[in-house]
Nanobody, 119 residues
Framework: QVQLVESGGGLVQAGGSLRLSCAAS????????MGWYRQVSGKQRETVAS???????TYADSVKGRFTISRDNAKNTVYLQMNSLKPEDTAVYYCNFRAGLTYPGKDYWGQGTQVTVSS
């Protein structure tokens, strides 16, 4: 059983910064990819950023240049540094790990953390 625990959400003014963390525990075996998603009530969950096992990163166009995803393999943790936050970044943010004994593994999700950006 793999569990993901998120932290770091909160309320911030526009232009401010937050750093989200997501740590995995349990029978992880290998982590193939990590990512962050966000969801606004009534809308579909969207991809924010992802990082592969080899360290390749991808970002949604809306966050490029403002958000940075990183990982600490020794701690089984992924981070999302969010700078220059905008009100439209307000959402519940979820971390995702693709992990398992063999590739491609399966998806595991964090519980979600609320990020609210005030104007």
């Amino acid at each position: 059983q793999v569990q993901l625990v998120e932290s770091g959400g909160g309320l911030v003014q526009a232009g401010g910064s937050l750093r989200l963390s997501c740590a995995a525990s349990g029978r992880i075996f290998s982590i193939y990819a990590m990512g962050w998603y966000r969801q606004v009530s009534g809308k579909q969950r969207e991809t924010v950023a992802s990082i592969s096992r080899g360290g390749t990163t991808t970002y949604a166009d809306s966050v490029k240049g403002r958000f940075t995803i990183s990982r600490d393999n020794a701690k089984n943790t992924v981070y999302l540094q969010m700078n220059s936050l905008k009100p439209e970044d307000t959402a519940v943010y979820y971390c995702n790990f693709r992990a398992g004994l063999t590739y491609p593994g399966k998806d595991y999700w964090g519980q979600g953390t609320q990020v609210t950006v005030s104007s």
